[in-house]
């Protein structure tokens, strides 16, 4: 195992290494000192020292996530058909990491800024419910409450999909009124959040957004340009002619939290990047 420089994990097990952020995450991690142990559903070719697949029935995958200085679970569901796949991806995973979990440990966990055990949007409640099985964790715990993410125009998110059009030069489709006001997250802000949380972050829940509050029209237009076209489609047709479940339909017409997220940024001595600077604005043509 390499040495660690001072201040800086020895070893650092992630879930769902395989995922969108677990992957940009990894390519990071490669340029640090820490041995990586990539824990995934299925074997993949990922930039880590060590790989556990089938990680949730292992008990190598256990040994990994109890020997690691710092375990950063990233495992969840988003936009499950159902209560029980929502269950099985974010509370399950997260009871089978607490359980692991050793003093003197860290644990990063990516929870949501609306997590409510008891909130009747499905990937609420799993993320509160996660939270809640980690209250009793041996471990330093540091849950990081976020927004959606964007990722920019050259690779756009599935949040930053939502608003663009389907078609070149076509309207933009909005689920509600587009009043539902956001506070994205840069993906590359998150992964140099978790890489300091390593060693920055006080144990603890902290809301991490972006810079930004915007609604979901102010969005649509800065990403397509202020004449763009937009069609509003209200949550109840959306519930009958869309494929999109409906905890993700809540998410767009039900207003949520828009805490500052300054202490958080401070704490992580890290500065938020602005949407103009992710997505350059348009002007009229």
């Known amino acids: 195992m390499p040495s660690a420089t001072p201040g800086h994990p020895r070893s650092i097990t992630v879930t769902s290494a395989d995922s969108s952020t677990g992957r940009r995450l990894l390519t990071r991690l490669a340029d640090t000192p820490a041995h990586v142990t990539a824990l995934v559903r299925q074997r993949v070719e990922l930039p880590a020292a060590r790989m556990v697949d089938d990680w949730t029935r292992t008990s190598e995958a256990a040994d990994a996530i109890s020997a690691a200085d710092v375990v950063i679970h990233l495992s969840g569901a988003f936009s499950g058909p159902d209560w029980q796949t929502h269950h099985d991806a974010t509370v399950a995973t997260t009871e089978h990491v607490a359980r692991a979990l050793m003093p003197g440990q860290r644990l990063l966990y990516l929870s949501y800024l609306d997590a409510d055990p008891q909130a009747s949007n499905w990937y609420h409640r799993a993320k509160g419910l996660a939270e809640q099985a980690l209250a009793d964790a041996p471990a330093d715990c540091v849950i990081l409450r976020i927004p959606p993410l964007i990722y920019g125009s050259s690779t756009p998110g599935a949040f930053e999909r939502r608003m663009l059009p389907t078609t070149p030069g076509g309207p933009v489709t909005v689920i509600g009124d587009g009043t539902r006001r956001f506070q994205p997250l840069y993906s590359t802000d998150l992964i140099n959040a978790l890489i300091n949380a390593c060693t920055h972050a006080t144990p603890g829940t902290h809301d991490l957004t972006g810079p930004d509050t915007l609604s979901v029209e102010q969005i649509v237009r800065s990403l397509n340009g202020p004449d763009v076209a937009i069609d509003y489609l209200p949550a109840a047709a959306a519930r009958t002619i869309s494929a999109l ?41």
Not at 264 to 285: G, K, V
């Open 245 to 285: 479940p409906a905890s993700v339909i809540d998410l767009f017409t039900t207003p949520g939290r828009e805490p500052d997220p300054t202490p958080t940024w401070r704490m992580l001595d890290l500065t938020p990047t602005p949407l103009t600077e992710i997505w350059p604005p348009h002007t009229s043509s």
